[in-house]
């Protein structure tokens, strides 16, 4: 069974930075797009970023370009999420999630992920 693990949430300031990582294990990992999406309370999910299983193309949602970076190191079949100037706005639970398929040109949506983790909790107080 396909597992995606994620960690490094937690609360933080207006400002702050986290730096969120998710381990994959049971896929092949260096074949599959991987993601971030977020939830917030009363909101549907929405995706954050994406990452081709290169890592040669990124892609990353208006409300985080320039503040979030995503990375990935196939060796360790680890994703992971770079929060810099994090704002309340951020406020969310954060899930990792993989696709089979390239998105060339566009970013995927939250219905075309495959694989999904059990999510960690960012609260960004101001």
């Known amino acids: 069974q396909v597992r995606l693990v994620e960690s490094g949430g937690g609360l933080v300031q207006a400002g702050g930075s986290l730096r969120l990582s998710c381990a994959g294990s049971?896929?092949?990992?260096?074949?599959?797009?991987m993601g971030w999406l977020r939830q917030a309370p009363g909101k549907e999910r929405e995706f954050v970023a994406a990452?081709?299983?290169?890592?040669?193309?990124?892609s990353y949602s208006d409300s985080v370009k320039g503040r979030f970076t995503i990375s990935r190191d196939n060796t360790k079949n680890t994703v992971y999420l770079q929060m810099n100037s994090l704002k309340p706005e951020d406020t969310a639970v954060y899930y990792c999630?993989?696709?089979?398929?390239?998105?060339?040109?566009?970013?995927?949506?939250?219905?075309?992920?495959?694989?999904w983790g059990q999510g960690t909790q960012v609260t960004v107080s101001s």
């Open positions: 999630a993989g696709a089979r398929k390239n998105f060339v040109g566009r970013a995927p949506i939250p219905s075309e992920f495959n694989y």
């Open positions: 049971r896929l092949s990992f260096s074949t599959y797009t």
């Open positions: 990452i081709s299983w290169s890592g040669g193309s990124t």
